[in-house]
């Protein structure tokens, strides 16, 4: 039998990132989706074809100050996300993750789910900056078309 769009989605994601067996990345489960959900309505994002999701979006918005110390490698995206408090405003967006099934890829999905996302941060937040840290090319692709797209700088953390 084959495997739903959901266990694909997890396969993908394990299979790429591999968070279980990094302390340093963070692990989404139940108690992160909706610790990021208090941070913005606008943190998670999913697009499902009527069968299962085949794009999640996730981003952590945060202030500067967090955002180089992880971009200098002083606190880890786990650190990252468990220093970033609720309730204070928020100036720059994590683009945390963009998983897409592969036959998905390449249609824009997960660019327009991202720039949307920021859209609806922004009205709510005066966001000055985003940033990545891209585990394949095609992330960083990615992020550099969003970061145009919105007219936000992005800031890349290379240390993969």
Sequence with gaps: M???????????AETVF???SD????DVDESVIKHLQLMHHATMSEYDDGNGPVVW??????????MKQFLDNKIS??????LTPLDIPYDSI?????MVLEEYR????????????????????SIKNLFVWPFAKE?????????????LPLLIKNSR
Excluded: H, V, W
Excluded at 57 to 66: D, F, G, S, V, Y
């Design 2 to 12: 084959a495997k739903s769009n959901f266990e694909r989605m997890i396969q993908l």
């Design 18 to 20: 591999d968070s279980k």
């Design 23 to 26: 302390p340093n990345q963070l």
């Design 57 to 66: 979006i996730l981003m952590i918005p945060t202030t500067q100050e967090l």
């Design 77 to 82: 995206e786990k650190e990252l996300y468990e």
């Design 94 to 98: 994590y683009l945390c993750s963009a």
């Design 106 to 125: 390449r249609k824009g999905i997960a660019k327009t789910f991202s720039i949307n996302a920021i859209n609806s941060i922004q009205k709510d937040y």
């Design 139 to 151: 992330g960083q692709q990615l992020a550099e078309k969003i970061a145009a797209a919105t007219k």
